[in-house]
C-alpha cells in the first residue's frame, strides 16, 4: 500500500511539473505551425518566426525579415529607435507586439 502512495505521489508531481512548462511549449510550436489563436493577438518580437510578424497589420516579408535581423530588442519601441519600423508603421503594430522581459 505504502509503495502505491509513493507512485501515486511521484505522478502526481511530475504531472505538475510537466503542466507548468506546456504552455510556453505550445506558444512555441504554435508559433512554428502558425497557428496562433488570433491571426493578431499578441507577438513577442524577440521569439517570433517570420509568419507570426506577418501576421501582424501590414507587415510585409521584407518588413517581418528585417524585424528578425535587428533582433534582440529591449522594448517595443526600439523598433523606431533602430529604424526598422518608421512611426507610421510602428503606430499600427504596438498595440500587437510586446517583448519578454524575463528573457532579457
Known sequence: MRKQKVCLAAVAVLATALSSGCSSMERAFDDIMDRGDDDRSRVELNSAGRKRLRSLPGISDDEA??????????????????????????ERVKDYVYVDQEKN
Not at 75 to 84: A, E, F, I, P, T
Open 65 to 90: 525579415d528585417r524585424i528578425m535581423a535587428n533582433r534582440p530588442y529591449e522594448n517595443r519601441r526600439d523598433l523606431v529607435r533602430k529604424r526598422v519600423l518608421s512611426e507610421d508603421e510602428f
